[in-house]
């Protein structure tokens, strides 16, 4: 007769199976419990046949893992704990020292900041390109460019490059491409097929995809996935993932896994609030520019077309506005703090709206002939009444710009 305590660990119970539920279950594990020494020895974690240890893979990360390719169109996923490691896993997988990285100056900033703070000091060289101008990508792209990072649009101008030309560029020079495809989450344009039906298909080598915004849809995780069609590609990802002890907590993967059944309709409830608010911002003579890819003159809108309004024609929740230029930072700030639906903070992708004022001269390289001057501020909208958050912005224009 066993101890209690032993019993409780080694408990002879096992439900039956045959359990059912809409949502999958949640298996955690560091350890995993092999059946013998020798199917400790054989198992194989790197093709998914097998389980060998928590970091690895779960049921519950292989089935995220699976949905998300099912997204995007790609055929394998690596999950990381973060947006931000996600870009960095790429790096550190596909970059040696004396390698160089091109990067669109209107890049998410930690992505700049990953190259300018880590990748420099470990020998690898990165430089800015005008993702508007491919000419300039195809003048930049040299015999030590291993990667290119593309993103659509792009991040707080919200630019959409020709992103079908820049791909062609890389690919005619046997460059890798990374794309960051937050913003189109999969839904917004196919990223490993950007002009459906056309033979040969055009794609992307790497996506990389922040989780974290519409996949969780709630601002309450954080992760990240980088999705291939390509196995070579994908191992080459996934070793340096398993040297570097990257992992993500099955809480977190099911939350993801949660959101994944609405996004589609969150990501149009998203889309449509924002174009009206857009029009809306528009009619407005506080502004000078209003930046959304849908919008006739906002910059690249002729690529978005191209790629995005040949699909479902999606163009996500996040708008940017450019105040006239003699508004003060201090009016623009006071008409931030009067927002009341609008909260101050970064990210998005989740129900609450959200508004940042950026000092854009400090993001780019040099500041973009197609963007007016004047203090730049992004709004990433929410699920709320588009009616609601109208009311809103015209009250906090009223109570801090007049
Ligand atoms: C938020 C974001 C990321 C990073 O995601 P985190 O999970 O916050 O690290 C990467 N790229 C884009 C475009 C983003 O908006």
């Known amino acids: 007769m066993q101890e209690r305590s032993t019993a409780l660990i080694h408990h002879p119970y096992a439900p039956p199976e045959g359990f059912a539920a809409p949502q999958p279950g949640v298996f955690k594990a560091s350890t995993v419990i092999f059946p013998s020494v020798a199917a400790m020895r054989n198992f194989e974690w790197k093709d998914k046949t097998a389980y060998t240890y928590g970091l690895h893979g779960t049921p519950t990360t292989y089935t995220l893992e699976e949905r998300l390719c099912t997204l995007e169109g790609g055929l394998q996923c690596v999950l990381l704990p973060s947006g931000l490691a996600a870009i960095a896993n790429v790096a550190l997988s596909l970059l040696r020292s004396g390698d160089e990285v091109l990067i669109p100056d209107n890049a998410y900033g930690p992505n700049k900041a990953l190259a300018e703070g880590e990748l420099t000091s470990w020998g690898i060289s990165h430089r800015y390109y005008d993702p508007l101008n491919p000419q300039d990508l195809a003048a930049k792209i040299s015999s030590q460019t291993r990667l290119v990072w593309l993103e659509a649009a792009g991040s707080v101008t919200l630019e959409f490059p020709d992103l079908c030309e820049l791909v062609r560029i890389c690919r005619a020079r046997g460059v890798l491409t990374a794309l960051d495809n937050t913003w189109g989450a999969g839904l917004a344009f196919a990223p490993f ?210």
């Open 193 to 402: 097929d950007l002009l459906p039906g056309v033979e040969p298909s055009l794609g992307v080598d790497i996506s990389v995809h922040a989780l974290t915004k519409y996949p969780s849809g709630g601002g309450d995780v954080l992760m990240g996935s980088v999705i291939t069609r390509d196995a070579a590609l994908h191992m080459k990802l996934k070793l340096t993932h398993m040297r570097m002890g990257f992992g993500v907590g099955a809480n977190d993967v099911e939350a993801v896994l949660r959101g994944l059944p609405s996004l589609a309709l969150r990501y149009r409830a998203h889309d449509e609030t924002t174009r009206t608010l857009a029009q809306w911002c528009q009619t407005r003579c506080e502004f000078v520019q209003v930046l959304h890819p849908a919008l006739p003159d906002s910059p690249g809108h002729e690529h978005w077309r191209e790629v995005c309004q040949g699909g479902p024609g999606h163009a996500a929740g996040l708008l940017s506005v450019i105040f006239q230029a003699h508004y003060s930072q201090s009016q623009i700030d006071a008409f931030c703090d009067a927002l009341k639906l609008f909260k101050i903070g970064y990210s998005w992708g989740g129900p609450i709206s959200l508004v940042v004022p950026y000092k854009l001269a400090s993001m780019r390289s040099t500041w973009p002939g197609h963007l007016k001057q004047g203090t730049l501020v992004r709004f990433s909208v929410g699920l709320e009444a588009a009616a609601d958050l109208q009311s809103d912005l015209s009250q906090a224009l009223q109570a801090a710009l007049t």
